[in-house]
Structure formats: C-alpha cells, structure tokens
C-alpha cells in the first residue's frame, strides 16, 4: 500500500484500479496531485518555473498521474520524474519538450511534459524504478578549499582529507580548479591559472586569507554509500540530469568536473559512512594533518550513524578537524539552533581527538552551492 500520502486509499499502482461488473472503479489520485501541486509551489516557483507548472497541472493529465502512480512511494518523488525525462533529453531525445525548456518554443509546459513521458514510458518507468536522485555541487569547492586552506594553515602540514559523501568525487579534484573570490571591484584566485574549471564565490563579509595555490593534499579519499561513477557516461548522464534545466552555469561547472574526474579519477570507498570512515581512517598516512570534510551530507545521515562516525574520529588516536558546510542547526557540535526555512549553509569546524579538548568554531554563512560567502572568523586564517 501506498504510505507517502498518509496511506490514502487510491494512490496505488493503475492494477488497483478494479471492474466491478461494468462499473470501473477508478483510483482517487488526489493526494498525489495535491502532493505535485504543493511541492512545485514551494520548491520550484522560485527558479524552475517550467517543473512548477507541471506540478501546478498534473491533474490535467490522468495517464502521467497513473504512471506516477504506479512506482513505489519513493520513486513518486516530482524531482525524479523530472530527472528521468531529463536524462532522456540530455541523450539526445528528439522532442518538443527540449525547446520549451530551452525557451525556443512558447508551447505550455504541462502538456508538452505529459506527451514526452508517455511517448516514453517504458524508458521513464525503468528510469523511474532503478534511479534516485543524486547531486554533487561543484561549486562548494569555493568553500571547501578555504576550510583545507584554514586545516593546511593550522597544522603546517601536508593534509590527508576524507570526504564523506563525496557522491561522484568532483570536489576530491578542488586543487586542479581555479577559485575565483570578489569583493566589490576586487577579486583574489587560488588555483592554476590554466585550469580548465574557474569557480566564483562573492565574498559578502570578513577577509580570510587566500593563498595563491590550493592547501597540500598528500592523500585523499572519499566515502558515499552510492558513489556515482562518472567514468561511467550514463552515470555521469544522470548527475546532470539531476540538475534543472535552466541552470546552465551548474551544467557548465558539472560537465567541466565531469571531464576532470574522468581524466583524474579520484577513489572513493563505497561503503556506509561508519564502515567508510574506520577503513578511511585506518589508511590515512601518518605525518599528515587529518581532516575530513561533509557537505551537505550530516542530514542524511540517522543520528546512530553521526554519533558512531564520531566516536570512530574521537577515538582514532589522532587530532582530526571536521570541517562542515551544512543546513543550520544540522551539526549539533555547532551549538546553532536548526533553522529549517533558511537554505543558507552554516560553515563550521569540529576539532576533535588526539586527546586534547574538543573544539567547535562556526566560521561563517554560505549559499549552498557556494555562490557567496560570510567568514565570520578572521582570526582563524
Ligand atoms: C546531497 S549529496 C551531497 C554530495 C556532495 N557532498 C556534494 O556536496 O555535492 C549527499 C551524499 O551523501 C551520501 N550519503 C547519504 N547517506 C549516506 C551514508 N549513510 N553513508 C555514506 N554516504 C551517504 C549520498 O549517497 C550522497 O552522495
């Protein structure tokens, strides 16, 4: 039975629908339009306007509805149909939809989105069935390579960094990218010149210090339960079909990272965050400052699991800083209270084991993809 709409009955796969004699009982697919309707208005009016009125009309179109319908209470999710049809553009589906997205064509949304996913079922309902939905934000280098600057800075020693859900480990590659911070007029780069990628962060307020080259990473590691392999071009594919058609700077800076990892493919430890860190941490070389890092992850993570990772760094026997670009409140060594509206991330470090005292520093206030940056903490750079 279907549970994501409060177990309503009516929201179940189309073969619940019954023949009683010749009267057909059709399912009540309400909850789940309703469902469309309320998620479109508070997740996409604002920047995808065109998957908002898809939402807002979803009870225009009975057979997308029962397709929806049809997948587990998982897969029901409006960002994972988005992304299924996505994928399919994306690999070169030849449909009027790519010119409605990419502004070509004033045809309305709705219609146009239902024709393309039911042209398309079976590919749509394999993708729907197999797939969820995954990001890895480039752009949340402009913030990681502050926090590896501020770790390389404070140990003065060659760092080994675990990055715990590192998804497809684009940001493992933060020293071949190019980051471009502005204040007003002026601007100041870490990074090579010549790097094929170049991040921009607006730094809003404080001064960290930014040197011209990235932090020394002697080794480094990442640990995702699901890594994306981008080597791999579908899976590469669905990571930017992930991302929302009209945000062409984050396609850009994926497709750029994309192409880096393939070149420079990073590893990751595909394991749970408890079993990942112990293995990470059991490899990490000796002589380097340890520092692991999470971005946008700590929430996924059921509160055993943060509290087992953390007693697994605590008891490592080494000094390790964990550095965090998280939702507010989400890390409760930061002692912030959680602030669910706010999509700004709390920038903080954890500095822990090595049998010295625990301490905790919020450093600052983040888009959460990295397009600005707050410092608070000058004194720490
Ligand atoms: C929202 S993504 C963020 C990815 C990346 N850190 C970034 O900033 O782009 C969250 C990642 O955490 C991973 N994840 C969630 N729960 C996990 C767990 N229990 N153990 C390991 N990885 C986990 C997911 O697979 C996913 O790749």
Request: proline share 7%; net charge negative.
């Amino acid at each position: 039975m279907n549970t994501r709409f409060g177990g309503v009955s009516g929201t179940g796969p189309p073969s619940q629908s019954a023949s009683i004699g010749y009267l057909r009982v059709v399912p009540d697919f309400g909850d789940l339009i309703d469902f469309y309707r309320s998620y479109g208005a508070s997740s996409f009016a604002d920047d995808e306007p065109a998957y908002a009125e898809v939402c807002e009309n979803l009870g225009d179109h009975p057979e997308l509805v029962e397709l929806i319908a049809g997948h587990d209470p998982d897969a029901q999710q409006p960002n994972l149909l988005f992304a299924a049809v996505h994928y399919l553009l994306l690999g070169g589906l030849d449909h009027p939809l790519r010119h409605v997205y990419d502004g070509t064509s004033s045809l309305p949304v709705a219609p146009v989105f239902a024709d393309a996913v039911l042209t398309n079922r079976s590919a749509i309902d394999e993708l729907m069935q197999n797939e969820r939905t995954q990001t890895n934000e480039v752009g949340r280098s402009a913030v990681v390579a502050l926090m590896l600057n501020d770790a390389y800075q404070r140990s003065q020693e060659p760092l080994s960094w675990i990055d715990l859900g590192a998804s497809g480990g684009l940001n493992l590659n933060i020293d071949r990218f190019r980051i471009e911070y502005t204040t007003g007029e002026r601007s100041i780069a870490t990074g090579p010149a010549n790097a094929a990628l170049t991040l921009r962060c607006e730094l809003r307020n404080g001064a960290p210090t930014i040197p011209s080259t990235h932090a020394d990473i002697a080794w480094r590691v990442g640990v995702d339960r699901s890594p994306v392999q981008v080597a791999d071009p579908s899976q590469a594919r669905w990571l930017q079909a992930c991302l929302w058609p009209s945000q062409p700077e984050r396609h850009a800076r994926m497709a750029a990272a994309i192409t880096i990892a393939q070149a420079h493919p990073q590893r990751i430890i595909g394991a749970d965050a408890v079993d990942g860190v112990a293995q990470a941490l059991a490899e990490a070389p000796a002589d380097t400052a340890l520092v692991i890092t999470t971005t946008w992850v700590w929430c996924y993570l059921p509160e055993a699991t943060q509290k087992a990772v953390l007693k697994l760094v605590r008891e490592s026997g080494r000094r390790v800083r964990w550095y965090s670009l998280e939702g507010r409140g989400v890390v409760a060594e930061l002692g912030q209270p959680i602030e669910r509206e706010v999509i700004d991330s709390l920038v903080g470090r954890v500095e822990m084991g090595g049998g010295m005292p625990e301490v905790s520093t919020v450093l600052g206030l983040s888009h959460p993809h990295g397009a600005w940056l707050d410092w608070y903490a000058p004194e720490t750079l």
